[in-house]
């Protein structure tokens, strides 16, 4: 036989679309040539695969080999069709069963001696091979990951040799038996608890607020406050992601990372440096992968030092912060990562950080113009996508040293996790997802709360987005409260949580 046909799986974005392997040996001088829009990583395979043949002790067939990967128009990149490739030509060659392979797929790079290496992205494959019904034969260092797809049968290999000796019959690869899953969430929860953090009642109030709600909160302050201690707990807040929830994280961590499941089913907590740049941020590149928002998804995105970051790379944020996904647009493919993240910020309130600390009145420096230009960093739009701007104070004498106070971030979670539960049962959402027309629905207004929102949007000079925005916490707040109706103080509440709108004016 001089054909051979096999299935593997591309990546494109968190999908794996199906790459069918032809392998065919004909008479002419020696070569070998792959076609099919493969990449660089792909073409490069040819030495890898050549290797790999010899030192597994099999022959590499001097005769003319064409390697096809279709469908032609998609492109393939990366190590993951080298396994598949070798066997191919072993089978074209007639040193393996061509009988065995129909109801099976292939993944794995291969090493120069035969031995697989792992690739990124199996996890988003076995999902799709477990809809065909088929199996998985993969690197044993994916294995695990890939066992995450229950619907699929995974068969875990460390070598070519021990691959073709399964398909050979020789000697069967055992599947992959799915491990309990792991309680890193648990430990992660307790390594960052809330009654660490001393004082800021009004902060841990806010944190609560916005985790119940999944609204996005902008913490400012003086160093050294507590702004950092606090994000870091915002995740011990937030209840058990679901299943699903949990396997769409997996997926997105799979395209970046060699151990996905390191954290697996925690929620996921991403705090890019602020000399970030733009792609990182969102995502990209010639082959698009995801960027820190995405790795976030349904998880935390941690903004230390909001002002530092370079404007035009802020800017990216507006428009995944309101419809919780990226489309990364190439010459060859869009590419759609999911980004629907909780995102907390922290920032001074001028380039030196101590103005209006009454505890270091003295050490501000900052002139008017300064601490203006210092917050010009951050534009409009954004500053109006973000619900609650929360200022963190210095501690009064003493409180630094008293015991812990205050309720744990489990005792927290109880009421977060009832609030979101009553959200969904509602309108199948969180808070800060409503829409224009569902928020008028579900929080109609009286005439009284009318006149408190006009005279605040004219006080404060906010947009009707930031309005919206108002209504929608202050909606969060009654569900914490356990209040079917929206209530006047609701909205007190909420409007004390745009803090920053009333700092604006520099010479206060």
């Known amino acids: 036989m001089s054909l051979a046909t096999l299935h593997s799986r591309a990546r494109l974005g968190v999908q794996a679309p199906p790459v069918t392997v032809e392998v065919h040996l004909s008479n002419g001088l020696p070569a070998l040539n792959i ?89 988003p494959a076995a999902l799709a091979v477990g809809q065909l019904g088929r199996a998985l034969i993969c690197p044993e260092t994916n294995a695990k990951e890939a066992c995450l797809s229950e619907s699929t049968r995974v068969l875990g290999g460390l070598s070519l040799l021990q691959v073709a000796a399964h398909l050979s019959g020789e000697k069967p690869i055992e599947p992959v038996l799915a491990g309990e899953g792991s309680s890193t969430s648990e430990l992660g929860r307790s390594a960052a608890d809330l009654r660490d953090v001393k004082g800021q009642a009004q902060a841990k109030r806010a944190l609560e607020v916005a985790a119940a709600g999944n609204h996005h909160l902008l913490l400012f302050g003086p160093p050294g406050t507590g702004k950092s201690m606090l994000a870091s707990r915002l995740p011990g807040l937030l209840p058990e992601l679901e299943k699903s929830e949990a396997i769409e994280v997996a997926c997105i961590q799979s395209l970046t990372r060699s151990t996905p499941l390191a954290d697996y089913p925690a929620r996921p907590f991403a705090a890019p440096h602020h000399t970030a740049s733009a792609v990182s941020l969102v995502g990209g590149g010639s082959d698009p992968k995801p960027g820190e ?56 309130p001028c380039p030196c950080g101590y103005h209006n600390d009454p505890t270091r009145k003295q050490r501000c420096q900052c002139s008017a113009n300064d601490i203006q230009r210092y917050r010009n960093r951050i534009s409009g739009p954004l500053l109006d ?89 202050a909606r969060t707040i009654a569900d914490l409260n356990d209040d079917e109706q929206l209530a006047e103080r609701h909205l007190i509440e909420a409007l004390n949580y745009r803090n920053l709108d009333r700092q604006m004016d520099t010479s206060a």
Do not use: W
């Open 35 to 123: 076609v099919g829009m493969a990449e660089t990583a792909v073409k490069e395979s040819k030495d890898r695969v050549r290797s790999a043949i010899i030192n597994s002790q099999f022959d590499f067939p001097s005769r003319r080999i064409t390697i096809n990967l279709a469908p032609a128009d998609l492109p393939k990149g990366g190590g993951q069709f080298d396994l598949p490739i070798a066997l191919g030509i072993l089978i074209a060659s007639g040193q393996l069963p061509a009988d065995t392979c129909d109801s099976v797929e292939f993944l794995g790079e291969l090493a120069l001696n035969g031995d697989l290496r792992p690739v990124p992205g199996c996890l």
């Open 385 to 473: 996508r973000i619900d609650l701007h929360v200022p963190v104070l210095p501690l009064e004498k003493g409180e630094l040293y008293s015991p812990a106070q205050g309720e744990s971030s489990s005792q927290v979670r109880i009421r977060v996790t009832e609030a979101r539960l009553k959200q969904f049962q509602r309108q199948g959402c969180c808070n800060a997802q409503l829409s224009p027309r569902q928020l008028q629905q579900l929080c109609p207004l009286n005439e009284r709360q009318q006149q408190i929102l006009e005279h605040a949007m004219l006080t404060l000079g906010f947009s009707a987005r930031g309005l919206h925005r108002v209504i929608k916490v």
């Open 293 to 348: 928002i995405s790795l976030a998804h349904q998880g935390v995105l941690f903004l230390d030092e909001l002002p530092e970051f370079q404007r035009r790379v802020l800017e990216v944020l507006r428009e995944p912060l309101e419809c919780g996904a990226i489309r990364i647009s190439r010459a060859s493919a869009q590419v759609d990562f999911p980004a629907r993240f909780q995102l907390v910020a922290a920032m001074n």
